[in-house]
């Protein structure tokens, strides 16, 4: 049995370095941002990209920080895994974090021998400290809200992934974190991972990162926190896929962050199937001429669950371009809101951006809001958005049934056929099958609940 | 000659849509192996009668009555109707963007036949449907209906129709907006499916479609009633005379 790490982040007398293995700069950054973690509040629902998002259910103070260990040679893949491993088919490495097991880490060794680094934080600490103290160990950001500090000061998962400078990594990196909060002994967790991606001049990769927590009556509150930054320099490109899938306990807040350089390329697909409540921040900062960024999101919402999700263009330099296609569907009493935000600057002439959020609302007591904003301060820009809220069209629904399917199956294909035309923008063919099943299996187990419960309310 | 089964009798059927009455006594009846043709202006009710026929919820049934296979087809829902045999190529196929023709022809082969048929036996199946009714192959990896041409549509409306093997197909102008060979290639389609235990309801407005398959019988709607039936030396008279032949246009 490990040593038992878990350190309450309930009171001032808390120190998240304490017990680390990590160098002096570390565990100073750590200090400096829960210092600001200390003197900064909850969002509230007048917060920018917190409106009508009620975050003060959570109680940080009853959280405990979970137990993730370093890898072991002799961990093996867990079974859950097993699944989504065989449905993505080739890949490049894997990492499996799991709440107090070891973790297991794979890594091509044509690729380490070229420099490719990918492995947990904990070890890149250890190991590569001259690589990630740039972006570790910058000191606390001023503007980095409650949750990003306590990501900064205590996360306890997550990885580094570095691509040498002309490295194009064909298959993916494959990255699955769980949270088994019985094993982990810990009734009320937070799971912390920060993520660092730096993809050096003119490398190629793909960063598949899942996370989930089951549903467990054991537990009251969990929070899942998590901050991802990714560095793309001149000429590379990155595609980033993120999946969270959560239990009716866990609140879910994630912040991501891509920087791109001149002629650099973005490509992310986050998906979200769950959770009490899930918000998410994605920020493209388009810094370099040429660069472009194609970010897709797939929210799908059931009971009582709440989304909140912004996106962040900043168009920084000329000639950069956006595409922003987010796309929620809900059943139940299931509530979503998202904010677009492009920001174009006075240099960026020659942008290039579209934003689009469509809605469906599924269930009689769904909601959805959706708030496009444009700040553009330069004159030769093509910029549009467009939104929609409404039901399933009941044309295609009878379409379908006209050709034998049920109401259900019917639903279910069409609210799956929503999804796909913007996953279809992910460059990853078998992921965005993986996802396109995960999605189909919450619409099916979601259906049999609700049949067995009106079965239930008929006796 | 023992009388065939009478597969469709409708009986004074009246239909409202969103509160307006659309078919105002419809009655006719159809037996299996025959070939009706369905003919009538603009707006004169055709296509309500075959959305109705399918089941479509907003076609309200206030009067009269839909016998099918000897029962009441009134209380059964679309997909109930479909997977006892009845099927309707729509004037206008509706576009579900997202979903695969393919995903979509295996789910509703699945609901018609009740069982899932193996991945490798219905892609033989398809292809050579597909062929026959010349189809290019990467329309199974594209969205149903979504960016199709007319004829296109039209064609996707009759694979569907050859893979489901209806006893009851209502063709709703799937001879609209074809060229001459895809005209040809659709009628041979729905020819192939002809039989004596098949029944055919074709809404047409041309003459052309009936150069390649002889109704029976034609009818012509005018004003949500079918107004004259005849054999198919009707459709000839029509083509030469125009309905007012038949009945003065309504007043709109
Ligand atoms: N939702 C509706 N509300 C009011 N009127 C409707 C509605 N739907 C159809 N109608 C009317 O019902 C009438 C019959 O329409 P229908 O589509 O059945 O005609 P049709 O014979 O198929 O015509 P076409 O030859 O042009 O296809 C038309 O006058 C049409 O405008
Ligand atoms: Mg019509």
């Known amino acids: ?459 | 000659m023992t009388e065939k089964e009478e597969i469709l009798v409708i009986k004074d059927l009246h239909v409202r849509v969103d509160d307006k009455e659309i078919l105002k006594g419809v009655s006719l009846t159809v037996r299996r192996g025959e070939i009706h043709a369905l003919m009538g202006r603009n707006g004169s009710g055709k296509s309500t009668l075959s959305y109705t026929l399918m089941g479509h919820p907003r076609y309200k049934v206030t009067a009269g009555q839909i016998w099918y296979k000897g029962s009441d087809l009134t209380a059964l829902a679309a997909d109930e109707r479909s997977r006892s045999g009845i099927y309707l190529a729509f004037q206008y196929p509706v576009a579900i963007p997202g979903v695969s023709v393919s995903n979509f022809l295996r789910a509703a082969v699945k609901s018609r036949r009740g069982t899932d048929v193996p991945v490798k036996e219905f892609r033989k199946e398809l292809r050579n449907r597909m062929s026959s009714l010349n189809i290019k192959d990467d329309f199974l990896s594209r969205y149903i209906n979504d960016g199709f041409s007319g004829g296109e549509k039209k064609r996707l409306e009759i694979l569907q129709m050859e893979l489901l093997a209806p006893d009851l197909a209502v063709l709703d102008e799937t001879d609209s907006g074809l060229d001459i060979d895809a005209l040809k290639t659709v009628a041979s389609g729905i020819n192939s499916m002809t039989g004596p235990d098949v029944a055919i309801l074709l809404i047409t407005h041309y003459q052309r479609l009936l150069n390649y398959i002889t109704p029976d019988y034609v009818h012509v709607m005018q004003d949500g009633q079918i107004v004259m039936s005849g054999g198919s030396e009707l459709a000839h008279q029509l083509e030469a005379r125009g309905y007012d032949w038949v009945a003065p246009a309504p007043v709109v």
Request: aromatic letters at 8%; a negative charge.
């Open chain 1, 1 to 459: 049995m490990a040593e038992q790490k878990t350190v309450s982040t309930a009171t001032q007398v808390d120190d998240p370095t304490k017990r680390r293995e990590e160098p002096t700069w570390m565990k100073e950054a750590r200090l400096a941002s829960w210092e600001s973690y200390l003197s900064t509040q909850l969002p509230g629902i007048r917060d920018d990209g917190w409106h009508r998002t009620d975050i003060s259910g959570l109680n940080l103070a009853d959280l405990r920080a979970v137990d993730f260990h370093s890898p072991e040679a002799s961990a093996s893949v867990s079974p859950w895994v097993i699944p989504a491993l065989d449905s993505l088919s080739s890949h490049s490495g894997v990492l499996i974090q799991e709440a107090g097991t070891p973790a297991y880490l794979k890594l091509d060794s044509e690729l380490a021998d070229k420099g490719v680094v990918f492995c947990d934080i904990e070890t890149a600490l250890k190991t590569h400290g001259d690589k990630v103290r740039r972006y570790l160990g910058e000191p606390a950001d001023l503007n980095d809200d409650k949750f990003t500090n306590l990501i900064k000061s205590w996360f306890n998962c997550g990885l580094f992934l570095f691509v040498p400078p002309g490295v194009e990594i064909a298959n993916p990196l494959l990255s699955f974190t769980s949270v088994n909060y019985r094993s982990s002994g810990i009734a009320d967790g937070a799971v912390l991972p920060r993520l660092l991606v730096v993809a050096s001049e003119g490398s190629r990769v793909t960063l598949l990162h899942s996370v989930t927590a089951p549903l467990s009556q054991a537990v009251d509150t969990a929070l899942h926190a998590g901050l991802v930054d990714i560095h793309i320099e001149q000429a590379a490109h990155v595609s980033y896929l993120e999946l969270t899938e959560f239990g009716p306990a866990v609140y879910s807040v994630t912040n991501t962050r891509a920087w791109l350089n001149k002629d650099a390329s973005f490509t992310s697909l986050t998906a979200a199937l769950g959770g009490r409540l899930v918000k998410g921040e994605i920020s493209t900062y388009l810094n370099g001429q040429g660069a472009s960024a194609e970010v897709a999101g797939v929210v799908l919402g059931a009971d009582n669950e709440k989304y909140s999700f912004n996106t962040i263009e900043e168009h920084n330099a000329p000639d950069t371009r956006s595409n922003i296609h987010f796309r929620t569907a809900l059943k139940d009493s299931s509530t979503s809101i998202y904010q677009g935000i492009i920001r174009v600057d006075r240099e960026a002439q020659r942008t290039d951006a579209y934003q689009s959020n469509k809605n469906l609302l599924l269930g009689s007591g769904a909601k959805a809001d959706s708030i496009p904003k444009l700040e553009i301060l330069a004159d030769d820009v093509r910029c549009s958005h467009g939104a929609t809220v409404g039901p399933v069209d009941q044309e295609q629904v009878f379409y379908l049934m006209s050709r034998g399917l049920t109401a259900a199956e019917a639903e279910e294909l069409i609210v799956l056929g929503f999804f796909t035309t913007v996953m279809a923008k992910f460059d990853h063919k078998p992921a965005i099958a993986w996802v396109g099943s995960a999605i189909a299996s919450k619409l099916i187990a979601h259906d049999r609940d609700s049949r067995k419960q009106s079965a239930g309310e008929q006796k």
